[in-house]
Every structure is written in C-alpha cells, then in structure tokens.
T-cell receptor
Framework: DIQMTQSPSSLAASVGDRVTITCRAS??????LNWYQQKPGKAPRLLIY???GLQSGVPSRFSGSGSGTDFTLTISSLQPEDFVTYSC?????????FGQGTKVEIK | EVQLLESGGGLVQRGGSLRLSCAAS????????MTWVRQAPGKGLEWVAN????????FYVDSVKGRITISRDNARDSLYLQFNSLRVEDTAVYYC???????????????????WGQGTLVSVAS
C-alpha cells in the first residue's frame, strides 16, 4: 500500500498568512494526488485534483503543486473560514490512501 | 444539482449485518465509478471500496475484504454497502462519494472525489 505522510499535523496561523502543507507519498504517484478540506461535522470538499488542478468553485487562494512523491497545498492568504482540516489522497493505486490530516488553527 | 443521500446507518451489535444505501441524483449515475469512504470518530479519512460504472469491477481495503460488499443498481441510481460480521472498529461515518476522472492525456486520468454525501453513522456495539 502507498503511505501518505502529511506535515505538519497541525499549525497555527493568522488571517492573511501564507500557509503551506506538505504531503509525501511512499512511492512515485505521478500527479495522482488530491487535496480536500473538511469542516467539523461536514463532509470533505475537493479543493485540488491531479496535484495542481483547481476544482470548480474553489477560491484561487488555494493552489497545489508537486509530482512524483512530494506535493504541497498552499493557501496564499488565510481567511477565517480556512481554519479547518486538510487532507491529501492518492488515487494512483488501490487501496486509495489519505494522509492523516493537517489542522489549521488560529494563532 | 448533484446530490448523494445516504441512509441505513445505526447502532448494531458486533457480528451483525447492515446495509447502507445511497440515492444519487443530478447526474448520469452510470457514467461514474462510485466510492465509499469512512471516518472513525476523531480520526482521518479511510477509503473503503470502489465500484465501476457497470459493477463489473470492485475494489476493497484489506480490512473489510470478505465482510463488506459494494454494489449498485443503475436503474435506481443507487449505491449500496452491505456489511456482514461487523466489528467495533467499523464504527464510523460512511460517505457515499462520486469519483470523477480528470484526464490530461490518453494515459493519465487521475481520479478525484468530487461530490460527497452528508454521511451516515454506523456504530458497532461490543
């Protein structure tokens, strides 16, 4: 199985900050990497598909990059509604696996 | 508007059975792979199973193989998850999810989980 490791597990930031979350795959997954946002008590929402594609309706302050084993999600200017949890996922091979999640908290 | 509505969750005894249903609307159901993803209380997301458009291919996470069956009824635009021999560790919110392919070439078609249901809670009591 492909292991997905996110870092950090949590971070504290302020409104307006630029934030980067990293996801590392245990083997080459090309660009088969997605990012999700999840608010408490709600279903996840797809933000970024295929490593860098911005899902329809997602604000442009979210961006993704990377290929192979190392990927990043960047939020260019944190907004109050962005202080939630983010998870990466690989769909290169089954079982599709998720990272453990990164919780973004208010500093 | 795409909608996925799960039902069938509840409290079950260990070793029991349960069937989850997901009613899909707002899109051509039989054009998409469908997926179940679960989330145990306070934990991360875990992919459970996939099923191809026509039901001819199915994949499962190892921890549920032999105990869980994914199926679909394209005539009813519905997805199902049948549990047998439930374990305490199956306790989770189960999400019905649409898998979309974002093809960039004829050889690269990464999938993304683009629409999610609201989830249904399965609690397994010991």
């Amino acid at each position: 199985d492909i292991q997905m490791t996110q870092s950090p597990s949590s971070l504290a930031a302020s409104v307006g900050d630029r934030v980067t979350i990293t996801c590392r795959a245990s083997q080459n997954i090309g660009d088969y990497l997605n990012w999700y946002q999840q608010k408490p008590g709600k279903a996840p929402r797809l933000l970024i598909y295929a490593a860098s594609g911005l899902q329809s309706g997602v604000p442009s302050r979210f961006s993704g990059s990377g290929s192979g084993t190392d990927f990043t999600l960047t939020i260019s200017s944190l907004q109050p509604e962005d202080f939630v949890t983010y998870s990466c996922q690989q769909t290169y091979s089954v079982p599709w696996t998720f990272g453990q999640g990164t919780k973004v908290e208010i500093k | 508007e795409v909608q996925l509505l799960e039902s069938g969750g509840g409290l079950v005894q260990r070793g029991g059975s349960l069937r989850l249903s997901c009613a899909a609307s707002g899109f051509t159901f039989d054009n998409y792979w469908m997926t179940w993803v679960r989330q145990a209380p306070g934990k991360g997301l875990e992919w459970v199973a996939n099923i191809k458009q026509d039901g001819s291919e199915k994949f499962y996470v190892d921890s549920v193989k032999g105990r869980i069956t994914i199926s679909r009824d394209n005539a009813r635009d519905s997805l199902y998850l049948q549990f047998n021999s439930l374990r305490v560790e199956d306790t989770a919110v189960y999400y019905c999810v649409r898998a979309r392919r974002y093809c960039r070439s004829t050889t690269s078609c990464p999938e993304g989980l683009d629409y999610w249901g609201q989830g249904t809670l399965v609690s397994v009591a010991s």
